[in-house]
């Protein structure tokens, strides 16, 4: 039996506060129950997901550094806050050759105007915003497709 492909979902700054922050924006899912619709639907499509949240930028280049030696195959990642100021983080993803998809759970573009540059978003393979939660699920489900277009 083959191993399931191994996928990385990464949360930046701030996510664990989802549910009680502002509501009205990002609604009134918590980030627990993000990771468990994520791994639901993970499983569903025979995928091993790992889902990392940190408030650090160095927390998560260095996460992303370990990704390549992890052998994942595709990298989900809201970079939230750190989308609009980080060319390390954005430097981290460009030094691994693993795709990847930019979501956020609000419409960036909606928002104000320091929301609507992203230095990760020319490197990725497509970006999802404005979905809310459903934004992770599309994204792993072109992951699935993308990393193993034979599976279905
Ligand atoms: C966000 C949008 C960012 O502008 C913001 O800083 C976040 C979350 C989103 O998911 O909508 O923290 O990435």
């Known amino acids: 039996m083959s191993l399931s492909p191994r996928i990385w979902v990464l949360h930046g700054p701030n ?3 989802l549910g009680t922050r502002e509501p009205e924006i990002y609604g009134s899912a918590t980030l627990n ?3 468990q619709m994520i791994e ?4 569903a499509l025979d995928l091993a997901i790992d889902c990392f949240q940190s408030n650090h930028e160095g927390a998560l280049i260095e996460r992303i550094h370990q990704a390549e030696q992890s052998a994942v195959k595709f990298i989900v990642i809201n970079p939230a806050a750190f989308t609009h100021t980080s060319v390390a983080l954005r430097d981290a993803i460009a030094s691994v050759a693993i795709p990847f998809v930019e979501v956020h759970l609000s419409n960036v573009h909606r928002r104000e105007a ?3 540059h992203s230095y990760f978003s020319d490197l990725a393979e497509a970006v999802i915003c404005g979905l809310g939660p459903q934004g992770y699920l599309a994204a792993i489900e072109f992951a699935a497709r993308r990393i193993a277009p034979h599976r279905g």
């Not at 639901?40 to 499983?43: I, L, P, V, W």
């Open 15 to 17: 996510l664990n506060r």
């Open 114 to 116: 320091f929301r609507h």
């Open 33 to 35: 129950q993000i990771n």
């Open 40 to 43: 639901e639907k993970a499983k």
